[in-house]
């Protein structure tokens, strides 16, 4: 009988949702039936420089600062599952993720599927994007019913 190839890189995208929560779980849960590595994505939109915008002056936050931050939280996230390797990204969450996957061999994406009509009208529908883009499979997890 032929052996089974099995996923070796698993890597997730989550943020502070219902579905990324779900997304998270599920990809602990291949990541541990197939022995593979796990990572766990969240992804940064860091403004650029001036440090301040539009009229006012209004200030932005300082990108170092959002990082850290956002690292803190990922870490924080991921604390109970063992081996998750936690990465936090730059950029447009769709592309940042799809082009992190392809440049870190991954073979399994997970993502939460959540969004409402309104949302994906006016934020696009990150998991369509990964659906096309992707350079590997996915899989999306819907969030329990409550």
């Known amino acids: ?12 995208a989550v943020e502070d949702s219902p579905g990324s929560h779900k997304a998270l779980q599920e990809a602990a849960r291949m990541a541990a ?3 593979a590595r796990l990572s766990v994505l969240h992804v940064t939109s860091i ?13 932005l936050p300082d990108p170092e600062v959002m990082q850290a931050a956002a690292l803190t939280w990922l ?14 990204l ?11 996957a392809a440049d870190n061999d991954v073979d399994l994406l997970v993502a939460g599927a959540e ?32």
Do not use: N
């Open 75 to 88: 870490k924080e996230m991921v604390q109970e599952i063992p081996g998750a390797q936690p990465q936090v």
């Open 33 to 35: 039936l197939t022995g």
């Open 115 to 146: 969004r409402g009509r309104v949302e994906r009208l006016l934020l696009g529908s990150f998991a369509l994007h990964l659906a096309r883009h992707a350079p590997c499979d996915i899989m999306l997890a819907r969030p329990d019913k409550r």
């Open 1 to 12: 009988m032929p052996r089974m190839e099995t996923y070796q890189h698993v890597a997730v």
């Open 90 to 100: 730059e950029g447009h969450p769709p592309e940042a993720v799809c082009q992190w």
């Open 47 to 59: 403004p650029m420089p001036p440090p301040y915008m539009g009229e006012g002056g209004v200030f």
